[in-house]
T-cell receptor
Framework: QKEVEQNSGPLSVPEGAIASLNCTYSDRGSQSFFWYRQYSGKSPELIMFIYSNGDKEDGRFTAQLNKASQYVSLLIRDSQPSDSATYLC???????????????FGRGTSLIVHP | DAGITQSPRHKVTETGTPVTLRCHQTENHRYMYWYRQDPGHGLRLIHYSYGVKDTDKGEVSDGYSVSRSKTEDFLLTLESATSSQTSVYFCAARGAGTPRNEQFFGPGTRLTVL
């Protein structure tokens, strides 16, 4: 069974600090990795995706992927109170036959950024 | 919300009654999904569709059925609602060949089964 593990938190960081969120996965066939942000009472929204080993940066967000260690992380620099949310990690193999794309989601990590 | 709506947004029903949730999308996405989200369990896939009339089961499909007669609509039916099906239900959609393989989520339906 494919598993995606995240620490449920909450992870509490002061405003302006770097928040580091981690995710491990069991399926070595995973090729696509995603980070979704979910505010309380709202639906998930994609904030980062990464396919290749290494780092990918987008504004204050950096996704880091290490396929050998089956580990993906999300760094949030200069954390703001508005970053307080639950962050969901999702992994998927490359599209299977017929194009069906079935990601496996982790349970999410709650992030609290306090002023 | 990328043109995805869900109805109803909130529903309270009684055990044993059938319930149908509707997902409607306006972006002509090929793939559609139904998830449930519960504390401590994250998002769990119930059913998904890879085209009109083409559907398949996810990891928690027992007690649920789906139908997709048009590209834009994906219906989830609880055949006989039970209290364990109290949850928040999210619909998602994804277009074929989307470079980011991004799923767009609807706003969710909060279902309470008494």
């Amino acid at each position: 069974q494919k598993e995606v593990e995240q620490n449920s938190g909450p992870l509490s960081v002061p405003e302006g600090a770097i928040a580091s969120l981690n995710c491990t996965y069991s399926d070595r066939g995973s090729q696509s990795f995603f980070w979704y942000r979910q505010y309380s009472g709202k639906s998930p929204e994609l904030i980062m995706f990464i396919y290749s080993n290494g780092d990918k940066e987008d504004g204050r967000f950096t996704a880091q992927l290490n396929k050998a260690s089956q580990y993906v992380s999300l760094l949030i620099r200069d954390s703001q109170p508005s970053d307080s949310a639950t962050y969901l990690c999702a992994v998927s193999p490359v599209s299977a036959s017929g194009g069906s794309y079935i990601p496996t989601f982790g349970r999410g990590t709650s992030l609290i950024v306090h002023p | 919300d990328a043109g995805i709506t869900q109805s109803p947004r909130h529903k309270v029903t009684e055990t044993g009654t059938p319930v149908t949730l509707r997902c409607h999308q306006t972006e002509n996405h090929r793939y559609m999904y139904w998830y449930r989200q519960d504390p401590g369990h994250g998002l769990r896939l119930i059913h998904y569709s890879y085209g009109v009339k083409d559907t398949d089961k996810g990891e928690v499909s027992d007690g649920y059925s789906v139908s997709r007669s048009k590209t834009e609509d994906f219906l989830l039916t609880l055949e006989s609602a039970t209290s364990s099906q109290t949850s928040v239900y999210f619909c998602a959609a994804r277009g074929a060949g989307t470079p980011r393989n991004e799923q767009f989520f609807g706003p969710g339906t909060r279902l309470t089964v008494l």
